[in-house]
């Protein structure tokens, strides 16, 4: 090595230092236009979108002084006035900037009138962009995810962790500790399964020293049977499915369910999003689609129907199609497509024209229920139908003729009154009736009757074709009075009606069909079905990857592939932010339902394309994912609130630590049962009726609540019939969304009304009593042996000394209650047999209420 010189010449010395100072001030310059930099999808699109696209954006029709500043083309295009808006590194010749910075009022941008104002910062930020270039960027959303490789931290090994990490040590933020172990498995039972775990299965894990102790507690819940009912509640909220109509009659569903089990097994057999996606828009259309495929479309029925006197056959199955295109844009695109429905979107780049379009793979699917039987329940159907279908021929043979032709006229004048509104009121009122009747408190789908006598009499199965006889018979018009006496149909009716009801149960399931004659869609104007617009043909938005339908007619089938097709830049990103939501109380984009230019920025764009990405390559598989976010060392951290983190990061964007999340409704109901020993673990069937207040429900409009018996007084809240007008009381406390549209996050409270439903209900009182029992039955006589199984029961952990002495000095006060007040004592046993003696059997009732009323016991640590 050659030495460093000991004598230096101070010329040489000048001019050693003048090169230095130079390479410093270029390098620090260099560095500073960096940190700089303005970019126009993080810095620029939030004030635009806010500000600026309401009166200058993509929806033409609202726009002013013709300029657009959603798009580059339209921002540095030259105005009628001859002015332009922004000339690229030229603030002082761009419009747009001297009118942000003008002290002239009637010149100023925003308009005082229009309530905005820009800030100083959003003002230079606007002064800088355009100064250094006006470069716009394709919205994040539509550009397709991007792999890259994460950061590299000391000492971190798990991908996500090293994405969290980086972010954190730019803020210099430090990650929280790992949870205790109790609360690392109450947090993974509740978020996989949905219930609290045993205490067997708590002290197994705390107990374990193998390294793989975690992972084998995951895998084991992910395996878990209960894994699907969990899961399937969050699908279900997103598919907003309920029990009946809607609307003021309400009228009910009864095999509605049918769609909510297909549901629960997809996510338990884990089936690739890609065909769970692809058999709920469309497994009808699979050549010879199976049951299952079938019964995945009920996915689509999920919107109301409107079965009153006056409603409009058309009017509400149009309000249905619009609820189906924004429902799948909402779920799979998370774009806020129903602003387009009267007019272009004012934000997003999407047509009135495009809504209508995508409207068009929606507007040829009709409702369709059809058989599909449950297990043992086919055979002894076709054994007894075979008898029947003999015996309905035999009757209607001597009357076949005539009846024939009294059908077909009646036929005949349904489709010139569907087709002539106005020209006949009697027909048009059949016609109606043809709608509201159809299948009432069935749940068949209205157009089902209208359907089958559009299909051609050759092309009708003969079950279609039976249930139309019967309608017939039981609606005959007083127009055809004089013959129907002739032929005594009503007694025809009433013999086949005996027989029909001697049938022994065949399950049906609500579905979907393409329609028998093609409709044509056209833009409605102003949003108004009855003004026809330009007729359009299917097909997805300009801004997304093009449909590629290989040059057949566009379908559901065609859409839904497109969906989950490798190069779509949405679907993937947007499943995995609400996963992620699930289990960290916010989305990496906190706008879960939108990722339009409104929405927010993910938080962590390289880890959210990272995850999407993944989704993708590991065959769309949930429960992959939820293995690989549960097993970070981001998802195990502590909730425990740091005081450095309420200013640093008050919303937890940056995950320093975990999140305390309340439990949703049906979660805080399944979990005091499950503490309690009450809870049926029954997997499927019909939807049950819990008990719940008189009043409450009296409040349907004429659906009778009647509350189930035995063990399904006790099922998952999954499995409580949702009536969509007077939804269960105790649910709608704990925050239930209202299921008449999707729901992509569900909103938490915290009132009063909560903790007097916990401490009051009937079912939480039973609970405390059931609770009771089984600690006196399972541990010692001593009170703290007690407390401590009544702890880890209900909270899987042991009290605290400090608690231990609260709740035991509460003990004591209840008791002296109960002897000294016994009609108290009387009503808090009520039927219930005590276990030993009755005022410390009441007394550790009142103890069992209060820990099911801790807000440690509603929460997710």
Known sequence: MTPFPRFVSSQSWTVWLAIVATVMMVLIQDRSSIAQEVRYNRDVLPILAENCFTCHGFDKTKREAGLRLDSEKGALATLESGSRAIIPGKTGQSALIQRIFTKDTDLLMPPKESGKQLTADQQETLRRWVKQGARYEAHWAFIPPKYQEPPKVTGVDHAIDRFIQTRLAQEKITPSPEANRSTLIRRLSLDLIGLPPSPLEVDAFVNDRRTDAYERVVDRLLASEHFGERWARWWLDLAHYGDSDGYLQDFLRPVAWRYRQW??????????????????????????????????????????????????????????????????????????????????????????????????????????????????????????????????????????????????????????????????????????????????????????????????????????????????????????NAKAKELKLSEVRAQIKTWKNELPKLTRAPGMMQSVIPRATHIHIRGNYRRHGDKVKADTPAALPRLNTHNSQPDRLALARWLVSPEHPLTARVTVNRLWQELFGRGIVATSENFGVRGDRPSHPELLDWLALKFQQRNWSTKELLRVIVTSQTYKQSSRARPELTTLDPDNELLARQSRLRLSAEMVRDSILKVSGLLSHTIGGPSVKPQQPDSVSKAGYSNEWKVSSGADRYRRGLYTFIQRTSPFAQFVTFDLPDTSSSCTRRERSNTPLQALNLLNDPVFLEAARSLTSHVIRESSSSNQSRLNRAYMLVLARPPQPAESKRLLKYLEQQKTLFNNEPSSLRELLLESTPQGDPVEYAAWIALSSVLLNLDETITRE
């Open 263 to 480: 549901v629960v097994d997809a996510f338990n057999r884990d089936m690739p999003f890609d065909q769970f996606t692809i058999e709920q828009l469309a497994g009808d259309l699979f050549p010879n689609a199976t049951v299952s495929q079938r019964t995945a479309t009920g996915f689509l029925r999920n919107t109301l129907s409107n079965r009153e006197g006056g409603a409009g056959l058309e009017e509400f199955r149009v309000r249905q199609v619009i609820d189906r295109t924004s429902t799948v844009s909402t779920i799979w695109l998370a774009l806020t497509f129903a602003c387009a429905e009267c007019h272009d979107h004012k934000f997003d780049a999407i047509s009135q024209r495009e809504f209508y379009q995508f409207y068009d793979f929606f507007n040829n699917a009709d409702e369709a229920n059809f058989n599909a039987p449950l297990p043992g329940e086919l055979k002894p159907w076709l054994k007894a139908k075979q008898v029947y279908d003999q015996k309905r021929a035999k009757r209607l043979a001597p009357i076949s003729e005539a009846l024939a032709t009294l059908q077909a006229d009646w036929e005949k004048q349904i489709l010139h009154a569907e087709a002539h509104p106005g020209d006949d009121f009697s027909w048009d009122r059949k016609l109606e009736l043809l709608g509201l009747q159809w299948g009432q408190n069935l749940g068949e789908g209205q157009l089902e009757g209208l359907n089958i006598i559009k299909t051609p009499l050759a092309q009708r199965t003969q079950d279609q074709q039976d249930r139309l006889i019967d309608y017939f018979l039981d609606n005959i018009p007083s127009v055809y």
